[in-house]
T-cell receptor, first 114, second 112 residues
């Protein structure tokens, strides 16, 4: 069974500093997608970044980047120059199967301190 | 933003009553999903649909049923609500060849 593990229930970072959120997953598939979603207090699920497993290059979206280690089944999110608006719950997710189902980690609550 | 609407947004109901949540999309996407979100569990898949009248169970399907009679609507029914079904419910959509899913705003259901 596919599982996604986020080992950090909570993290905090100072404004303008860098923080890394960890995610590991378990799968027997060779082709899949990985995602980081942000959920602010509004409850909206916002896609932060995606990574295709067959691409070795790490995905980057502005201040957000990932460190994708396929052999280690690790997919961490780095947030650079943290801003107050980055404070949210972050979910790592794995997409599997022909019906594009998502398996989520339990989430990491990120606090940004001014 | 993807056209996906959940209704109602909030609901309080009594134990033992039936409840139906609706997800409506205007994107003509093939796949639709119902997830529930609970503290300490992330989001977990309840049921999903891969076409009109084509549905299947997710990892936490007990106590729930779904129906999809039209491409745009996916209904989640709690036949007899229990307190353990108090949760936030999210609908999501995706399409063939798509690289992401889009989520509705969520429905907070409280069973008292």
């Amino acid at each position: 069974a596919q599982t996604v593990t986020q080992s950090q229930p909570e993290m905090s970072v100072q404004e303008a500093e860098t923080v890394t959120l960890s995610c590991t997953y378990d799968t027997s598939e060779s082709d899949y997608y990985l995602f980081w979603y942000k959920q602010p207090p509004s409850r909206q699920m916002i896609l932060v970044i995606r990574q295709e497993a067959y691409k070795q290059q790490n995905a980057t979206e502005n201040r957000f980047s990932v460190n994708f280690q396929k052999a280690a089944k690790s997919f961490s999110l780095k947030i650079s120059d943290s801003q107050l608006g980055d404070a949210a719950m972050y979910f790592c997710a794995y997409r599997w199967g022909s019906n594009y189902k998502l398996t989520f980690g339990k989430g990491t609550l990120l606090t940004v301190n001014p | 933003d993807a056209g996906i609407t959940q209704s109602p947004r909030h609901k309080v109901t009594e134990t033992g009553t039936p409840v139906t949540l609706r997800c409506h999309q205007t994107e003509n996407h093939r796949y639709m999903y119902w997830y529930r979100q609970d503290p300490g569990h992330g989001l977990r898949l309840i049921h999903y649909s891969y076409g009109v009248k084509d549905t299947d169970k997710g990892e936490v399907s007990d106590g729930y049923s779904v129906s999809r009679s039209k491409t745009e609507d996916f209904l989640l029914t709690l036949e007899s609500a229990t307190s353990s079904q108090t949760s936030v419910y999210f609908c999501a959509i995706s399409d063939q060849g798509a690289t992401e899913a889009f989520f509705g705003q969520g429905t907070r259901l409280t069973v008292v």
